[in-house]
């Protein structure tokens, strides 16, 4: 089984993000970066199925500036077989475009399953792997959170909302988003490092690639403003829990 995962680099939890108001974003060059999260699981469930199966190929892809080799690397130590990097510069806020510069370079593979963590710890908008697989044809599934290959087909568990969970067969091949949690991924081996340098990332020209037909982008990235304004609420009970509610629906507005 050939299988792809889709890896995205994300700004660390841990990292400052100080905002370049020029470019009207982050100013990459002061942010640490890392593997989105949610990646990882899918990194994980490929190798997963691989081992299972006895055989296959698990491919990592990634799209982005030179920086992003490094989460490709991160994958291969961890037991992926190639990379594949789809140049880009700066950074595309639009995931339909993302969607249409992976399938145009996917569609030669002919992978049998494709793996994308649930969503980007950046933008969390969730779509790029549904976006893919409709474009490919693939059935699709989103927050799995149980995988099982029966024979040509492939059944998942879903989760669903208040609790409640949904298994669905389909045929490969298959576009599916892992719900985090699904598994516990490992870490690279001390070998898996050193083998990880000996093993292909193909790397793919911006201009092969590149849809700029880009629908959705960021209009403005601005500071929260710091209001420290204290108010002490005198009165009976009664009049203490309704100011209290009508602060928390006219003026903070989260009722």
Known sequence: MKIAVLVKQVPGSESSLPINFDQNWIDEEQVSFVMNPPDNYAIEEALLIKEKLGSGEVVIISKGPNRVQKIIREGLAKGADRGIHLFEEGHNTDPLASAK?????????????????????????SQTGVLIGEMLGYSTATLVVETMIKGNSLKVKRELE???????????????????????????????????????????SENEHSDSSKQQYIEKISLPTANKKTEIIEGDSEETIDRIINILKSEIKVL
């Open 162 to 204: 208040s609790g409640w969970f949904q298994w669905v067969s389909f045929p490969f091949p298959a576009s599916i988003s892992i719900q985090s949690g699904l598994n516990s991924p490992r870490y690279p081996s001390l070998k898996g490092i050193m083998g990880a340098k000996r093993k292909e990332i193909r790397i793919i």
């Open 101 to 125: 510069s992976f399938s145009k370079i996917m569609k030669s593979e002919n992978f049998d399953l494709i793996l994308s963590g649930l969503q980007s710890d950046d933008l969390g908008l």
